[in-house]
């Protein structure tokens, strides 16, 4: 076995054989140079984890050339035969550097934990997927996950203090990730492992006034397809926006005149039937158009393919549309539509247990042991109920409000 000083004078003195060939430093024990039969030399280094017993391994530093040189690929011997020296194999030390690099990358983890974990046990999952995308990875990027530090995801929770409901859902996301990197092996322990919480969502109360309500109708009047009928449809039927914006025409009975929720889509997990006023009727037959009633397919949607989405900026369309018309309106969310129709049907004399029906609400008359044994689903009640609802919004429909102008 040749040994000699390895520089760049030997190792171009070095001539291709019909076999490797390898030339090892008289200097540093283990380290050396390998050249192919083709010609090609790279820096290796040969080691033993253990005594003398212990099978021989050997690392490949990397190619001679730019950047590595001689000196260069010496000191890398050095610094690998440290690692040996305390006990590090410097190939699994690679191994896991590239595996941190690759399979352990935030944004590459996030796809990881949406299809192997939130899409089998979230029912909400493409909630949690969302604010992972849209919140955490932009700020944690392709940051190895045993590297993420609490105050790397502090900024995350920075800049949404002013979103406590996106915060908290943020977190509980985040976190479960953590815990299931930390059960898989992949993490010892979770950077969000004793942080508090973000501040629970103060409790809302917003209502909207008949007034605001017949501001909001004409205001959706000025939008486009398919947001004008979604948000009728929101007001019309009381349901969750995520549920409305999923609708399927294949939940629809139309000589029935009912949607049918699946407890797949709905937030408690039980189906849903809700009765379609003739309101309703008429504004899913005017989506439908030349369809002539579809039996498949996304009824609000702009690709074909995904429910519809981008909230936001019809939503600051109907804001700047109320304003001109309402002095001083408070602000609202989309979800106040939800608590409107609620406090709408109880001034219409709706019972309650009907307008926990209408809502899909377990709480009240519906949970508990009452829920166990209160089997009956309220149908009829419902029908009335909803068909009630939508006169009573076409009627404050066309009462356009007075604008104050000393206000």
């Not at 033993?48 to 530093?61: D, L, N």
């Not at 948000?231 to 999923?246: N, S, W």
């Not at 001083?328 to 979800?335: T, Y």
């Amino acid at each position: 076995m040749p040994t000699g000083r390895i520089t760049k004078r030997s190792i171009d003195a070095l001539t291709a054989g019909s076999k490797e060939l390898f030339l090892w430093d008289d200097d540093l024990k283990g380290f050396g140079i390998r050249i192919t039969p083709s010609g090609y030399r790279s820096y290796v280094l040969q080691y033993r984890m253990g005594g003398r017993e212990s099978p021989s391994k050997r690392y490949t530093i990397g190619r001679h050339g730019s950047p590595w040189t001689p000196d260069l690929a010496r000191k890398e011997a050095e610094r690998l035969l440290y690692l040996v020296h305390v006990g590090k194999d410097p190939v699994e030390v690679d191994r896991d550097r590239r595996r941190e690099a690759v399979d352990l990358a935030f944004d590459a983890y996030v796809e990881k934990f949406i299809e192997l974990y939130l899409q089998r046990r979230w029912k909400q999952w493409r909630l949690g997927a969302g604010v992972l995308r849209r919140e955490a990875v932009p700020a944690l990027k392709s940051k190895p996950l045993p590297r993420i530090k609490r105050s790397d995801c502090a900024p995350i929770f920075d800049r949404l203090h002013a979103k406590p409901a996106v915060a908290r859902i943020t977190f509980a996301t985040l976190r479960k990730l953590f815990r299931w990197a930390v059960s898989r092996g992949d993490l010892d322990r979770s950077p969000l492992e004793g942080a508090d919480a973000p501040p629970a969502v103060p409790s809302r109360d917003r209502v909207l006034s008949d007034a605001e309500l017949s501001s909001l109708w004409r205001g959706i009047e000025t939008l486009q397809e398919p947001f004008n009928a979604f948000y009728k449809l929101l007001i019309l039927t009381g349901q969750r926006r995520e549920e409305v914006a999923g609708m399927q025409w294949a939940e629809l009975n139309w000589p029935d005149r009912i949607w049918t929720l699946p407890g797949t889509r709905t937030k408690n997990g039980k189906p849903q039937l809700v009765p379609l006023s003739d309101s309703a009727v008429e504004i899913l037959d005017r989506v439908a158009a030349a369809n002539h009633r579809p039996s498949s397919g996304l009824v609000f949607s702009t690709t074909g393919k995904t429910p519809v989405s981008g909230f936001a900026k019809p939503k600051r369309r109907l804001d700047e549309f109320m304003a001109r018309e309402m002095v001083n309106i408070a602000p609202w969310r989309v979800h106040d539509i939800r608590r409107t129709v609620a406090t709408g049907l109880q001034r219409l004399g709706v019972r309650f247990e009907v307008t926990e029906a209408v809502l899909n609400h377990v709480s009240g008359a519906r949970g508990g042991i009452a829920g166990v044994y209160q089997r009956y689903d309220w149908a009829a009640e419902k029908r009335s109920a909803l068909e009630s609802w939508a006169q009573h919004v076409i009627q404050v429909s066309r009462e356009k409000p007075q604008v104050d102008h000393d206000a």
